[in-house]
């Protein structure tokens, strides 16, 4: 306890209204949520009431036995989110506020995790930059299937794959944890790896720190369980008879067409509706991304190229929505041009979407290319564009799944926080070039902006 107030006290002003700030705002929502659809009380709440489902909980049964049927009758016929469910029926039989409490943890969590993952110096613009980009992701999102249901398979995942992440960035920097830390670290490892995306993120992202520093002959042992889990995991999801079961039911019920789609008509379906989800409405997590890679670039000495490629991105949005009736908008609109591009395979793509396909993979390329060039002054570029096309790979994946048009925009978190760490590490790295961020007149702008994201996020709440 002395230990835990002496730390308190080392913490800055900003550091202690922080985390306040966040359990503020995000109780506030939680005023809004209903709890009575989706999933959880339609299912996951039930399974442990004795006698509501008799295969699963009978009558001369108790509740070890109803936990191991169902994790069993999952396992073999549905999913492999053996830990992620396991903790979902359990939170789902107990008290509705117990939920509250640990997603409103869960999100103090992801703050957190985020102001270890990115090194900005002030303090102030540091927490406020988190609070804002936290801020800018639609809450409402997590409902599509429930909120319980849907927080616990993602919001949740996220926030113990960032966790995870901060143990594994401090035991890369040879930055001494404790053993406390580190077991939290595997625990949240192990849970964050039970999902499909963030397993692929964690894959790629870890994979690359441990083949640099075997390279560099300088391997930190304390981050090999972390890949094995990964592993394990990885073999425990490919395996899994439950998901090649699912993917039988839900390509009959959603995509019959899906059956005759080959490796690259999969790969362009993910692609298309990932492009698709961001360039077709305006995201502000994307958006303040794209306007960082341009001002960097071309503010800095690079060569006209690279600037160039900068301003490719955010010039889409400018044309795409300032100028919505112009000439050109035509070539520019996607919806209709992308309609083939996701629902069709390769060999299908009309000549109009294949306009969609090159225009897309342009503009990716020219963020890939800012964004490496930026990277320029971190000691962990590669890791850290590694990370970001991890974020990008974990949407592209679900052009492996026949529910991807089912999925939602639920499935773009680990992405939408790409966007937002990206952007926060940049910050860091260009803190004296975004002088303005220390601006008294910028930061109260900031926190009027704050003000119109929790009243939109309200709105839509409350709708």
């Known amino acids: 306890m002395k230990k835990i107030v002496e730390c308190w006290k080392e913490k800055s002003i900003w550091e202690k209204i922080f985390p306040f700030a966040l359990l503020l705002v995000y109780s506030l929502y939680h005023k809004y949520y209903d709890l009575s659809f989706g999933d959880t009380p339609d299912f996951f709440a039930t399974v442990l009431k004795r006698g509501i489902n008799s295969e699963i909980f009978p009558e001369d049964a108790n509740v070890f036995i109803a936990i191991c049927n169902f994790t069993k009758y999952r396992y073999y016929h549905w999913s492999s989110r053996t830990v992620i469910e396991l903790l979902l029926i359990i939170v789902s039989a107990m008290p509705q506020i117990v939920w509250h409490i640990l997603d409103l943890l869960s999100v103090l969590l992801i703050g957190y995790s985020l102001s270890v993952l990115v090194d900005i110096k002030d303090e102030l613009v540091k927490y406020l930059c988190i609070f804002t980009m936290i801020l800018m992701y639609p809450v409402i999102q997590m409902s599509s299937a429930g909120w319980i249901a849907t927080t616990l398979n993602y919001s949740w995942v996220l926030a113990a794959g960032l966790y995870t992440l901060s143990i594994i960035k401090r035991i890369h920097c040879g930055v001494q944890i404790s053993k406390v830390s ?41 981050l090999i369980p972390f890949m094995v889990i990964n592993g394990v995991e990885i073999i425990y999801i490919a395996t899994c008879p439950g998901n090649a079961e699912r993917k039988i039911v ?214």
Request: charged residues 15%; neutral net charge; hydrophobic residues 55%.
């Open 250 to 463: 839900e390509t009959e019920a959603y995509f019959t067409d899906y059956l005759n789609y080959n490796f690259l008509d999969k790969i362009n379906l993910g692609f298309s509706t990932t492009m698709n989800s961001f360039f077709e409405s305006i995201d502000l997590m994307a958006l303040v991304f794209f306007l960082l890679l341009a001002y960097l670039t071309l503010k800095s000495n690079e060569k006209a190229v690279y600037k160039v490629l900068s301003i490719v991105p955010i010039s889409y949005y400018v044309i795409r929505f300032a100028f919505p009736n112009t000439r050109l908008l035509s070539s520019l609109k996607l919806s209709g041009l992308f309609s083939s591009c996701m629902e069709g395979k390769v060999s299908d793509i009309t000549e109009e979407s294949w306009k969609a396909l090159i225009m897309m993979t342009v503009i990716v390329i020219s963020v890939v290319v800012s964004y490496f060039v930026l990277l320029k002054k971190s000691n962990n570029r590669l890791i850290l564009l590694i990370a970001f096309l991890a974020a990008v790979a974990t949407r592209i994946i679900l052009g492996f799944s026949a529910s991807v048009f089912m999925s939602d925009e639920r499935t773009l978190i680990y992405l939408c926080f790409g966007f937002i760490f990206s952007s926060l590490h940049l910050v860091g790295l260009y803190e004296e070039e975004l002088d303005i961020l220390r601006k008294r007149g910028f930061q109260i702008f900031s926190c009027i902006f704050d003000i119109a994201l929790i009243a939109s996020n309200l709105k839509m709440l409350s709708v």
């Open 182 to 222: 580190y077991a939290l670290g595997i625990v949240a490892s192990i849970y964050a790896m039970n999902h499909e995306q963030m397993d692929v993120f964690m894959f790629l992202t870890i994979g690359v720190i441990l083949i640099m520093e075997v390279a560099e002959k300088c391997l930190k042992k304390s």
